[in-house]
C-alpha cells in the first residue's frame, strides 16, 4: 500500500507540472497534500525495513522515525481540511476565499507549522521526563511511533478525530449548495427550452444548448460523487487504527490478540493508501483531468460541443443571480489555459 501511494502522490505532482491546464487553485492544494501523503508513506516504507515492529534500531533511530510519522500524517490531515474548507468557501462564493494568495499562505503556516509544533513538543518531553518515552509498533502496522495514549493524541489522533467530524460536516454544506445549484440549472433549462420554443429557435441552437446544460450537469455530478466519496475514503482508511487505539486503550480487545493483529493488517494496508486514493479519485475520476493528460479534446465530440456552447440565451442570463452564476462558471468552464483562473474548484 506505501508502493501504491507513492504511486499515486507521485501522478497528482508531475500531472500537475506537466500540463499547466490542471493548475487551478484547488489543485494547487492537492499538489502539497500530495507531498504531505508522499512523505507519509516514504516513512512508513523506510521504518519497516530499517527498523521493523520498532525493535531493531538505536533509541535515536525510533525517536526520528516517531517524529517523522508524525510529521507527514499530521500535515496531510491537515491539508485534507485546508482543501474542504477552500472547496466550501469557493462553492459558496465567499469573500475570504477570493483572496487566494492570503489563504494559501494561511494554509501552508497551518499544515506544516502545526506538525513542527507537535513533534517539538513530543521531542521536549522525550528528553525532560525522567522515563524515557517508549516507541513501539503496538498501535501501528510496524512502523515506529509513541506508546501512551496522551501522546498519542498528540501525535496525531486529535488532528485526525478532528479531521473526520470537519470533512463530514463541511462537504456535507457543500454537497447541499451544489445539489441546489443543479435544481437550478433544471429549471434554467426548461426556461431556455421554452423560450426558444417561443421564439422559433433554430434546431442548432437548441441543440448547442441542451449540450451546454449536459455538460453543466456531468461536471456538478462528478464533483457531487467526489464530495461523497472524500470523506467515506478518509473514514474508511482511518478507521482500523483509530477502533484499535479505543479498543486496546479501553481494553475490550487484548494487545496482541486476534483482533488486534487483524486490525493491525488493515491498519498496516489502510494507513498509508491516501496518496494512492488521491490519485484515483483526482486524476482517473475526473473526466476534465483526464481529457487533459490523454489529449481527446480534438476527437471527442462531447468536449467539442462543451467549448463552442458557452452562453444561455438572454432571457435566461438575467434569471441567474450573481452567486449562482459565479460558482456554475467555476463548476463548467472548460479547462484551457486563458480560462484557468476563473475554474478553481477540483
Not at 155 to 170: P, R, Y
Request: hydrophobic share 45%.
Amino acid at each position: 500500500s506505501c508502493l501504491l501511494s507513492i504511486g499515486g502522490s507521485l501522478g497528482i505532482i508531475i500531472a500537475y507540472y506537466l500540463y499547466p491546464a490542471l493548475r487551478k487553485p484547488a489543485r494547487h492544494l492537492l499538489l502539497w497534500l500530495s507531498v504531505a501523503d508522499l512523505g507519509t508513506a516514504l516513512i512508513y516504507i523506510i521504518t519497516i525495513i530499517g527498523c521493523y515492529d520498532c525493535k531493531h534500531c538505536s533509541e535515536p533511530t525510533k525517536l526520528a522515525t516517531s517524529l517523522i510519522g508524525v510529521f507527514f500524517p499530521v500535515s496531510s490531515f491537515l491539508w485534507t481540511d485546508c482543501i474542504a474548507l477552500y472547496i466550501f468557501g469557493a462553492s459558496y462564493q465567499l469573500k475570504w476565499a477570493t483572496t487566494v494568495r492570503q489563504l494559501f499562505c494561511s494554509f501552508h503556516l497551518v499544515s506544516w507549522i502545526l506538525p513542527l509544533v507537535l513533534i517539538l513538543i513530543i521531542t521536549v518531553i522525550y528528553y525532560v521526563q525522567d522515563q524515557h518515552m517508549r516507541f513501539s509498533s503496538d498501535y501501528t502496522g510496524g512502523w515506529c511511533w509513541v506508546d501512551r495514549i496522551g501522546l498519542q493524541l498528540l501525535g496525531g489522533k486529535a488532528v485526525e478525530w478532528f479531521s473526520i467530524v470537519f470533512l463530514s460536516l463541511i462537504y456535507f454544506f457543500t454537497f447541499c449548495r451544489l445539489r441546489s445549484i443543479k435544481k437550478f440549472r433544471k429549471k434554467i433549462e426548461m426556461l431556455t427550452k421554452e423560450e426558444q420554443q417561443g421564439m422559433g429557435g433554430s434546431m442548432f441552437a437548441s441543440r448547442r444548448s441542451a449540450a451546454q446544460f449536459s455538460t453543466d450537469h456531468g461536471k456538478i455530478n462528478e464533483l457531487l460523487t467526489r464530495l461523497t466519496l472524500i470523506p467515506l475514503i478518509f473514514l474508511v482508511l482511518r478507521a482500523p487504527g483509530s477502533v484499535r487505539v479505543v479498543l486496546v486503550y479501553l481494553e475490550v480487545i487484548a494487545k496482541g490478540g486476534e483482533t488486534d493483529d487483524l486490525l493491525a493488517i488493515l491498519q498496516a494496508l489502510c494507513d498509508p493508501l491516501q496518496g494512492f486514493c488521491n490519485g484515483v479519485l483526482f486524476l482517473l475520476c475526473v473526466s476534465a483531468v483526464r481529457t487533459t493528460i490523454f489529449h481527446v479534446q480534438a476527437y471527442d465530440p462531447r468536449y467539442h460541443d462543451m467549448v463552442v456552447t458557452t452562453k444561455t440565451t438572454t432571457g435566461t442570463q438575467d434569471i441567474l443571480t450573481d452567486s449562482h452564476k459565479n460558482t456554475i462558471t467555476s463548476l463548467s468552464t472548460p479547462i484551457l489555459e486563458e480560462n484557468i483562473k476563473t475554474n478553481p474548484l477540483l
